[in-house]
């Protein structure tokens, strides 16, 4: 069974490191400003010589109201007219990427993210919706996947009968927590009723999946109050859940200092709302997936998963990682062949550059060979969690053992440890090292030592 997990408090504490999520190897952290505009446009033209299918990411930084424990690139404000300039930019972004690419390029995946997507107006929307289907190949027969991130504060039936008649059919809510002083200590105030509407509005309106967004680790959170949040949201029924870790970085991100550190609850705390939302979740019938993800058995990334075909990628846990990812908006990041690169992410930027006419590129990266062959190791440990040798060695042409040689003795440790079961056919990750899989993916992680851990959240 691959949901099985067993919760190993000394294994945890022991093994419950800062480190990076993999959403790709290597990680955003080693992107540099010598990837530029030139190396967009050369990936762009191997994309369309292969056909390669696309996944597009549309970024909207808008949000009404301040989420205090946000990390997102975001821009709070109250006057929708701000969007306008940064829509016409996007507009030009779109066009100007699209002019590279084939017409029979089929875009396979879809995500609207931010900030807030619906704070946008219909109008818009739809204006945006309609600019992306004269430059893109989009579907027409709702087989794609096309996913928008929703804020039920922003959203009603009206909204949702948009959404799908423009070509959505996945929806992923934020909800973070339903009790009224967690809400109020990180200024989010979202009734269960609010969520419950917009939930209804999109199986009457048959979107194809609902994806919910829960955080742990949130001031004045309690093991007992999100156990109730937990069992509100099981009521809901959504075929996928999101449980993240809140990190409180607040030397990074500005809006969680006004976070009340002493309000957070203590790490012994946070173990134990994870371990009761495991144990409530899999009573319910979810699978573990990974990386706090959890899915219905019958749902997409579940069914990848049992046939080992689930991949990860900056939309996270994926069934499309084989189509070209391109980034569109401020801070955007697309992963096109063995090229990642980032948009600006200051927003004026953005803006001034592509109002010049130029593609606004700023930093990324070029795997070179170790960091395809790294790539591939650890994305089979944090999809499949198992790793075959053999498939890494024919793929590349090495020697496994002899390759990570100087890796083994820790391998050895984890195995010891009970988090691996180490073969000389491969690693298995055990189930009480599956909650852990991002430590055991830092092992083969090669820039990992010369990097500032306090970048990363911590595993658990």
């Known amino acids: 069974m691959l949901d099985a997990i067993r919760w190993d408090t000394d294994l945890i504490r022991r093994y419950d490191l800062a480190g990076p999520r993999y959403t790709s190897y290597p990680t955003a952290v080693q992107f540099h400003s010598q990837v530029g505009t030139f190396d967009l446009l050369h990936a762009l033209r191997e994309s369309r010589k292969a056909l390669r299918p696309l996944s597009l990411y549309v970024h909207v930084p808008f949000c009404a109201n301040i989420c205090y424990y946000c990390a997102c690139n975001k821009v709070i404000t109250k006057d929708r007219g701000r969007a306008l300039p940064y829509l016409q930019r996007l507009e030009q972004e779109i066009q100007l990427i699209a002019c590279h690419l084939d017409p029979g390029q089929k875009v396979e995946q879809l995500h609207f993210g931010g900030g807030t997507p619906t704070f946008l107006s219909h109008d818009k929307l739809r204006q945006l919706m309609g600019h992306l289907r004269q430059h893109f190949n989009l579907l027409d027969d709702d087989s794609g996947d096309y996913g928008i991130e929703i804020?039920?504060?922003?959203?009603d039936w009206s909204t949702m009968g948009l959404l799908r008649e423009l070509g959505f059919n996945r929806v992923?809510?934020?909800l973070q927590d339903l009790d009224p002083a967690v809400q109020r200590a990180v200024n989010r105030l979202q009734s269960l009723e609010e969520t419950r509407a917009v939930i209804e509005a999109a199986r009457t309106l048959q979107f194809r999946s609902i994806n919910i967004d829960l955080i742990y680790g949130l001031p004045k959170q309690t093991p007992d109050n999100f156990a109730r949040t937990v069992e509100e949201v099981i009521n809901l029924q959504p075929d996928r859940l999101s449980v993240f870790n809140y990190a409180h970085l607040p030397e990074r991100f500005m809006p969680q200092r006004r976070i009340n550190s002493h309000e957070l609850p203590a790490p012994a705390e946070k173990l134990q709302m994870l371990q009761r939302t495991i144990e409530q979740l899999t009573a319910a019938g979810y699978r573990y997936i990974g990386m706090d993800h959890f899915a219905l058995p019958d749902d997409e990334l579940a069914i990848a998963q049992e046939e080992s075909t689930l991949q990860r990628n900056f939309q996270g846990y994926t069934t499309h990682g084989h189509c070209d990812l391109i980034g569109l908006g401020v801070s955007a990041i697309s992963q096109i062949g063995d090229l990642?690169?980032?948009?600006?992410?200051?927003?004026n930027q953005y803006q001034n550059l592509l109002g010049g006419a130029q593609l606004a590129t700023s930093?990324?990266?070029?795997?070179?060979q170790d960091d395809r062959v790294r790539r591939a190791v650890i994305q089979q440990l944090i999809c499949n969690f198992s790793l075959d040798f053999e498939t890494i060695e024919q793929q590349f042409n090495i020697d496994f053992r002899g390759y990570f040689g100087e890796l083994w003795p820790q391998l050895q440790a984890m195995a010891e440890d009970g988090l691996i079961k180490l073969s000389n056919e491969g690693i298995e990750v055990l189930p009480a090292g599956r909650l852990l899989v991002r430590s055991v993916c830092m092992v083969f992680d090669t820039y990992l030592e010369q990097q500032n851990r306090q970048r990363f959240s911590r595993v658990i």
């Not at 804020?151 to 959203?155: G, I, K, T, W």
């Not at 930093?363 to 070179?368: E, I, M």
């Open 340 to 347: 990642y690169c980032q948009n600006s992410s200051d927003l």
């Open 172 to 174: 992923s809510i934020g």
């Open 151 to 155: 804020d039920p504060r922003e959203a």
């Open 363 to 368: 930093r990324g990266l070029v795997c070179n």
